[in-house]
């Protein structure tokens, strides 16, 4: 079996924007394979709509085009976040 990376079991806060503007927060996890990395995240956080009714959840109907995630460091400064973003539209939905 293979192991588990310890930081695929935590919640990564998630800070959601359409450009400058903050929308809304969420959590993810991450998953390793093939050592490549995924942020693993609800459809409702990235594409900013209702799952059950396809309607937005934003009044203005924003959004989001941009994902902060705030992730821990492994090695010396465990504990330490970082943030890394992805804006590109085609991988947030």
Known sequence: MPAIDEFSLTTVPIDLYFN???LSKGT????ERDNKHY????WHNV???DPNTDNH???TATEPNILYGM???KG???GHKHRISNSHPSELS
Do not use: C, H, Y
């Not at 993810?28 to 998953?31: G, P």
């Not at 942020?39 to 609800?42: E, F, P, S």
């Open 20 to 22: 400058k503007e903050p």
């Open 28 to 31: 993810a996890f991450t998953w």
């Open 39 to 42: 942020l693993i995240t609800n």
């Open 47 to 49: 594409s900013g709509r």
């Open 57 to 59: 959840l934003s009044p």
């Open 71 to 73: 992730f821990n460091t």
């Open 76 to 78: 010396q400064n465990i």
